[in-house]
């Protein structure tokens, strides 16, 4: 199995206030029908778009981490195709970050 981002651009007219329903419903379309696991959610918010999507301005993002089956990516971006509820669904490949060297702080810059 290979590991995906998938983030969700959902429309809060179409959805409840944080889109829980909605991605609880994703999740077990993902453990069920696509054998797959989801291993993090992360709920990003409502964010304000750059440029409308359609005639919506806004809309709800969720950020969940899962391992598929490479033939099923298919299958899930074609489940939400044509939901109304989803603006926009993109699937990245993903590869998690290494580990930092020992004796180093996360996140620091290392200067010879």
Do not use: C
Not at 28 to 43: N, P, R
Not at 47 to 53: D, G
Not at 59 to 72: M, S
């Amino acid at each position: 199995m290979n590991q995906y981002e998938v983030v969700f651009i959902l429309d809060p007219k179409k959805v409840d206030e944080t889109g829980d329903a909605f991605i609880a419903q994703a999740t077990a379309l993902i453990k069920d029908k696509l054998q797959g696991k989801v291993t993090e959610t992360t709920a990003m918010g409502r964010k304000h778009f750059a440029r409308p999507i359609g005639k919506h301005r806004a809309g709800i993002y969720w950020d969940l981490l899962v391992e598929l089956p490479a033939e099923q990516v298919a299958v899930l971006q074609d489940s939400y195709r044509l939901d109304n509820a989803v603006l926009r669904l993109q699937v990245f490949s993903y590869t998690p970050p290494p580990p930092p060297l020992p004796g180093t702080v996360p996140g620091s810059i290392l200067m010879d």
